[in-house]
């Protein structure tokens, strides 16, 4: 009988290695990893849904770095969606919530990165991957910031139909490294209409950065703000970030126009951010570090010339093929679930985790050498990079 229990306790922890190594992948910093979630409201936009009548919220997630060990039990992914609200926004939260359930699965578990076809999981469904990856642990602990530090701030603004918490390996990479870092959701739910539905969020939302922005500089005495986006979310930051005065540099997670060549068709698909950039002619004061993943050397002919020359632009391509979604570390997720679901697609997706990683460790590099007022080194990263 003895015998019996240590070799189901020695099957169990086989099977549960793979769920947790994304952390033997990407080496976090010296600091632990604080967690907490907050509300903002935008009172320039009235927002009547689900039984709620009144300002539109903003629900916020703040990671950062906690000096001391906690002794709190570390968080469940499925815990950064558990909050404590007013009443009257029970209703709106619980749809955005079964309407990011149904966002994550689409991009997330149902898709094979090779062809692009409808995964197989044999006698498990989409919702059985997504109740396990769920529940798979974090490195982050509760802890509301209660003083004002003085650590600079990181914002993060995911991608259409994207999620707040989609790059929380992210949020924790930096916040183990001595950042806050600060994402939110950029869409909220409407009746009768589709999550993130274009025009349910293209008027205001847009200016959300803005407000999440002041609220940063409550949480610390720090004056460096950094912005990072995520395919619509890197449009917003070139949308808004030739305003000087409330974000020092700005990285691109793949706008999705970095390849195109033909102005008809960026101007017919993505009419906003030609308008800033040929139109209107903008130019950039900060340092900006573009990234696209398409495996092929070629520079990104429509952001040539937008640097006003205050700030270096790096044009960045992996030398291997790098998905759009494997950006967010979300979308990786199933990949350490392999061995109770089998995929065929495994040995690229760990491919993938091995360039969000490299992707992770230059865009610290970059925001260090922001801070300090140096070029970026590009050197160490060659073997992976193409720059332009």
Request: aromatic share 18%.
């Given at each position: 009988?003895?015998y019996?229990?240590?070799?189901?306790?020695?099957?169990?922890?086989?099977?549960?290695?793979?769920?947790?190594s994304?952390y033997?992948e990407v080496?976090?910093?010296?600091?632990?990893v604080?967690?907490?979630?907050t509300l903002?409201?935008?009172?320039?936009?009235?927002?009547?849904?689900?039984?709620y009548d009144?300002?539109?919220?903003?629900?916020i997630?703040?990671?950062?770095p906690l000096?001391?060990?906690?002794?709190?039990?570390?968080?469940?992914?499925?815990?950064?969606?558990?909050?404590?609200?007013?009443e009257?926004?029970?209703?709106?939260?619980?749809?955005?919530?079964k309407?990011m359930?149904?966002?994550?699965?689409?991009?997330?578990?149902?898709?094979?990165f090779?062809?692009?076809k409808?995964?197989?999981?044999?006698?498990?469904?989409y919702?059985?991957?997504l109740?396990?990856?769920?529940?798979?642990?974090?490195?982050?602990v509760?802890?509301?910031?209660?003083v004002?530090?003085n650590?600079?701030?990181i914002l993060?603004h995911h991608g259409?139909?994207?999620?707040?918490?989609?790059?929380?390996?992210m949020a924790?990479?930096?916040?183990?490294?001595?950042?806050?870092?600060?994402?939110?959701?950029?869409?909220?739910?409407?009746?009768?209409?589709?999550?993130g539905?274009?025009?349910?969020?293209?008027?205001?939302?847009t200016?959300?950065?803005?407000?999440i922005?002041?609220?940063?500089?409550?949480?610390?005495?720090?004056?460096?703000?950094f912005y990072?986006?995520?395919?619509?979310?890197?449009?917003?930051?070139?949308?808004?970030l030739?305003?000087k005065?409330?974000?020092?540099?700005?990285?691109?997670?793949e706008?999705?126009?970095?390849p195109?060549?033909?102005?008809?068709?960026?101007?017919?698909?993505w009419l906003?951010i030609?308008?800033?950039?040929?139109?209107?002619?903008k130019?950039?004061?900060?340092?900006?570090l573009?990234f696209g993943?398409?495996?092929k050397?070629?520079?990104?002919?429509?952001?040539e010339?937008?640097?006003?020359?205050?700030?270096?632009?790096?044009?960045v391509?992996t030398k291997?093929?790098?998905?759009?979604e494997?950006?967010t570390?979300v979308y990786l997720?199933?990949y350490f679930?392999?061995e109770?679901?089998?995929?065929?697609?495994?040995?690229?997706?760990?491919?993938?985790?091995?360039?969000?990683?490299?992707?992770?460790e230059?865009i610290?590099?970059f925001?260090?050498?922001?801070?300090?007022?140096?070029?970026?080194e590009?050197?160490?990263?060659?073997?992976?990079?193409?720059?332009?």
């Amino acid at each position: 009988m003895k015998y019996s229990i240590i070799l189901i306790l020695f099957i169990y922890s086989c099977e549960s290695v793979p769920q947790n190594s994304f952390y033997e992948e990407v080496e976090l910093g010296k600091y632990k990893v604080g967690y907490f979630d907050t509300l903002a409201y935008d009172m320039e936009q009235q927002y009547n849904q689900f039984g709620y009548d009144g300002p539109a919220p903003i629900f916020i997630q703040v990671w950062h770095p906690l000096k001391k060990p906690s002794s709190q039990q570390y968080l469940t992914y499925k815990d950064f969606s558990q909050r404590k609200l007013p009443e009257s926004l029970h209703g709106i939260y619980a749809e955005l919530c079964k309407q990011m359930d149904e966002s994550f699965i689409a991009y997330n578990i149902a898709e094979d990165f090779d062809s692009l076809k409808a995964i197989d999981y044999g006698q498990f469904t989409y919702n059985d991957v997504l109740k396990d990856i769920s529940n798979c642990n974090t490195k982050s602990v509760y802890s509301r910031l209660n003083v004002k530090n003085n650590y600079p701030v990181i914002l993060y603004h995911h991608g259409s139909e994207g999620l707040s918490d989609e790059n929380f390996i992210m949020a924790e990479y930096f916040a183990s490294r001595g950042y806050i870092f600060i994402s939110a959701n950029y869409h909220l739910p409407y009746e009768g209409l589709s999550y993130g539905y274009k025009e349910a969020f293209s008027k205001r939302s847009t200016e959300w950065p803005k407000i999440i922005a002041k609220f940063a500089k409550e949480l610390t005495n720090n004056e460096l703000c950094f912005y990072i986006g995520h395919s619509w979310g890197a449009q917003i930051g070139f949308r808004h970030l030739y305003e000087k005065g409330w974000a020092d540099a700005f990285v691109s997670l793949e706008t999705t126009i970095e390849p195109k060549t033909d102005s008809l068709e960026i101007k017919d698909k993505w009419l906003e951010i030609y308008n800033t950039i040929r139109v209107q002619g903008k130019k950039y004061s900060m340092p900006i570090l573009m990234f696209g993943g398409n495996g092929k050397q070629k520079p990104f002919p429509f952001f040539e010339n937008i640097s006003d020359g205050k700030g270096t632009v790096y044009s960045v391509s992996t030398k291997k093929e790098f998905g759009h979604e494997s950006y967010t570390s979300v979308y990786l997720l199933r990949y350490f679930f392999r061995e109770k679901y089998p995929q065929p697609d495994s040995l690229s997706m760990k491919s993938q985790v091995w360039l969000y990683n490299r992707h992770l460790e230059m865009i610290h590099s970059f925001f260090e050498s922001t801070r300090t007022n140096k070029p970026l080194e590009t050197e160490p990263f060659k073997k992976d990079f193409y720059f332009h």
